[in-house]
């Protein structure tokens, strides 16, 4: 079975480039999948994570993260303000930890110890997003009082929450995932939403198989996306139908608003005999695309499924 990254969004090359160069150079998935986030976190022209996302309300940048290859094998942050990396972080909370998360203050003190250098995750995009959101004299009243209100076009709005989730199998046929975000734009402050949530945004089992999620969080928070997915191949779903039926969850037990959008990434582990279920995204409206690299090259496509074309 050749090595595969599957990435979310068009903006997956960032992370697939050097994600699959470890891979194809006979590399761990979990360093891939590290390699990716940090890629893409360090980008400052991908708004919605890492470096460059779009602050809170208040005008400040966090991020949230986490890795994972096993139930007994994950890590996780959230509420970082100072250092740019989340899922390395996460890594190290998992693999020096016995814990799995860490949050605001505690964990950035832990990446100090753990000798990550902190930085200033603003760029003078994000300033000047968030200036122009300040300005709008329909946001700042509501916004203060009933929580994060998003931009006014319902395109900036699908923008304004593209977690960037990564799974990769690699050539010893390991499963590994991450997630990495900087949250809703302009959302209340403190606010933490599925990604660095295992179960929620992402979960791997070895046995069952990889998932991660992107989108509106408190969706993906409601119904355990992830883990659902994953749960869904243990009892005999393909990826395909594991990714459909989590998604249909969401859509049976959720109000969807016009913004409201959740996609997912799914692959199936290898079996001892050497079979593969192979792997699939769904999407519950149009819009999101997933980036795809394996023997045949890197392809930014569609999802397999769209289940509200």
């Given at each position: 079975m050749p090595p595969l990254v599957l990435t979310t969004w068009s903006f997956g090359p960032v992370a697939n480039e050097p994600a699959s160069a470890i891979l194809r150079a006979g590399g761990a998935a979990i360093d891939a999948c590290e390699a990716g986030a940090i890629a893409v976190e360090n980008d400052p022209s991908i708004n919605s994570v890492g470096v460059g996302g779009l602050p809170d309300a208040d005008g400040h940048v966090s991020l949230d993260g986490c890795i994972m290859t096993d139930p007994d094998q994950c890590g996780s942050v959230a509420f970082i303000r100072r250092f740019a990396n989340p899922v390395s972080i996460a890594r190290r909370v998992m693999e020096k930890t016995i814990h799995v998360m860490l949050v605001g203050e505690g964990a950035e003190?832990?990446?100090?110890?753990?000798?990550?250098?902190?930085?200033?995750?603003?760029?003078?995009?994000?300033?000047?997003?968030?200036?122009?959101?300040?300005?709008?004299?329909?946001?700042?009243?509501?916004?203060?009082?009933?929580?994060?209100?998003?931009?006014?076009?319902?395109?900036?709005?699908?923008?304004?929450?593209?977690?960037?989730?990564?799974?990769?199998?690699?050539?010893?046929?390991?499963?590994?995932?991450?997630?990495s975000t900087s949250g809703m734009a302009f959302k209340v402050p403190g606010r933490v939403g599925d990604?660095?949530?295992?179960?929620?945004?992402?979960?791997?089992?070895?046995?069952?198989?990889?998932?991660?999620?992107?989108g509106n969080g408190e969706l993906v928070m409601g119904t355990c996306t992830s883990f659902l997915a994953v749960e869904l191949m243990r009892s005999g779903a393909t990826p395909l139908q594991a990714a459909e039926q989590s998604l249909q969850r969401i859509i049976d037990r959720f109000e969807l608003l016009p913004d409201h959008q959740v996609a997912i990434i799914v692959l199936a582990p290898v079996k001892p005999d050497g079979s593969w279920a192979g792997w699939a995204s769904a999407a519950i409206k149009p819009g999101f695309h997933h980036t795809i690299t394996d023997d045949r090259g890197t392809r930014i496509e569609p999802p397999t499924h769209v289940l509200a074309p």
């Open positions: 003190q832990f990446a100090l110890r753990e000798g990550f250098t902190p930085r200033d995750l603003s760029t003078p995009y994000a300033r000047a997003e968030w200036d122009k959101w300040r300005a709008d004299p329909r946001t700042l009243e509501r916004a203060r009082y009933r929580g994060w209100i998003p931009p006014l076009n319902v395109e900036e709005r699908a923008r304004s929450h593209d977690t960037v989730s990564i799974l990769a199998l690699d050539k010893r046929h390991r499963l590994a995932g991450v997630c990604s660095p949530i295992i179960g929620h945004g992402l979960y791997v089992d070895q046995e069952a198989g990889a998932a991660a999620a992107t």
